[in-house]
Nanobody, 121 residues
Framework: QVQLVESGGGLVQAGGSLRLSCAAS????????IGWFRQSPGKERETVAA????????YAASSVEGRFTISRDNAKNTVSLQMNSLKPEDTGVYYC??????????????WGQGTQVTVSS
């Protein structure tokens, strides 16, 4: 299984932007649908965005649609999440993982360390 490593989080003021990166180590992950998920304090883990294996199809949760953009570069084995107009409710730990395209849920219950995003008001 290809390991996925998240990076790019940080502390930002409301209205600011961050760009998260998900890098694959080991074999290429260009055959896989990939998603970004977040765990916010006191809430269950939720799907934020997802992208199909070739980048042709994208999904964004209604709470982030129009603000977050997912993209991938299979040549570099990376999936990115550009987050604009950040809100305090976007605060949480962000993870990338393989995704079930039909349900937009994670395919494997195995998680990396994630990257912390904190949005101050």
């Amino acid at each position: 299984q290809v390991q996925l490593v998240e990076s790019g989080g940080g502390l930002v003021q409301a209205g600011g932007s961050l760009r998260l990166s998900c890098a694959a180590s080991g074999r290429t992950f260009s055959d896989y649908n990939i998603g970004w998920f977040r765990q916010s304090p006191g809430k269950e883990r939720e799907t934020v965005a997802a992208i199909s294996w070739n980048g042709a199809d994208k999904y964004a949760a209604s709470s982030v649609e129009g603000r977050f953009t997912i993209s991938r570069d299979n040549a570099k084995n990376t999936v990115s999440l550009q987050m604009n107009s950040l809100k305090p409710e976007d605060t949480g730990v962000y993870y990338c993982n393989y995704v079930h395209w039909s349900t937009k849920t994670w395919l494997h219950d195995s998680w990396g360390q994630g990257t912390q995003v904190t949005v101050s008001s």
